[in-house]
């Protein structure tokens, strides 16, 4: 099946800072990824939509400044979170479709920021 | 908005037994899915029923689909401590010929099978 990896697992860096986070398709190619950011014991709020060569879409209340999404290539994705803040801390992870109606998931980063 | 509510918000059971868990949405969908996410981990999908359909299986999955009551429900056979998980629902609403469709999560339900 298809495989979708995330790097890193999990950072933890000072407030200030700066976080990439990278999604890779490993053996197929993603046209669309997305993003999805998940508080503990809660569902998944999808972020963005990530088109190969264009411009990301948010969705409604995401600072797409602070979440800055480049997809260069068909089977990498990235999401930078700028500036991070302690409520920034939270678990992101990334997907992709292959093209089917459903979804393929990476493993998910944990971000804790001091 | 369109998120499902997912009921109940934790279940245990003992090995063996039945789970079912239930999902409501809002708008009408093309498609609705279950995703299963262990802890700490990325979802991995199990099964997905289109509108047209009423009831799917797939190995110890079983899910039926009611769009006049806008609820969809996972039943998971003869549990085992390894389904041990959070469940969530997804939908969609609408298909978009190459891919990019998007994906609204339910609250999901947390599973524990005892031993």
């Known amino acids: 099946g298809a495989v979708v990896s995330q790097h890193p697992s999990w950072v933890i860096c000072k407030s200030g800072t700066s976080v990439k986070i990278e999604c890779r398709s490993l053996d197929f190619q993603a046209t669309t990824m997305f993003w999805y950011r998940q508080f503990p014991k809660q569902s998944l709020m999808l972020m963005a939509t990530s088109n190969e060569g264009s411009k990301a879409t948010y969705e409604q209340g995401v600072e797409k400044d602070k979440f800055l999404i480049n997809h260069a290539s068909l089977t990498l994705s990235t999401l930078t979170v700028t500036s991070a803040h302690p409520e920034d801390s939270s678990f992101y992870i990334c997907?992709?479709?292959?093209?089917?109606?459903?979804?393929?998931f990476g493993p998910g980063t944990r971000l804790l920021v001091l | 908005s369109q998120q499902g509510e997912e009921d109940p918000q934790a279940l245990s059971i003992q090995e063996g037994e039945n789970a079912t868990m239930n999902c409501s949405y809002k708008t009408s969908i093309n498609n609705l899915q279950w995703y299963r996410q262990n802890s700490g981990r990325g979802l991995v999908h199990l099964i997905l029923i289109r509108s047209n359909e009423r009831e799917k299986h797939s190995g110890r999955l079983r899910v039926t689909l009611d769009t006049s009551k806008k609820s969809s429900s996972l039943l998971i056979t003869a549990s085992r401590a390894a389904d041990t998980a959070s469940y969530f629902c997804?939908?969609?609403?609408?298909?978009?010929?190459?891919?990019?469709?998007?994906?609204?999560f339910g609250t999901g339900t947390q599973l524990k099978v005892e031993l």
């Open positions: 997804a939908t969609v609403i609408s298909i978009l010929t190459g891919g990019g469709n998007k994906l609204t």
């Open positions: 997907s992709a479709d292959n093209r089917r109606p459903f979804q393929y």
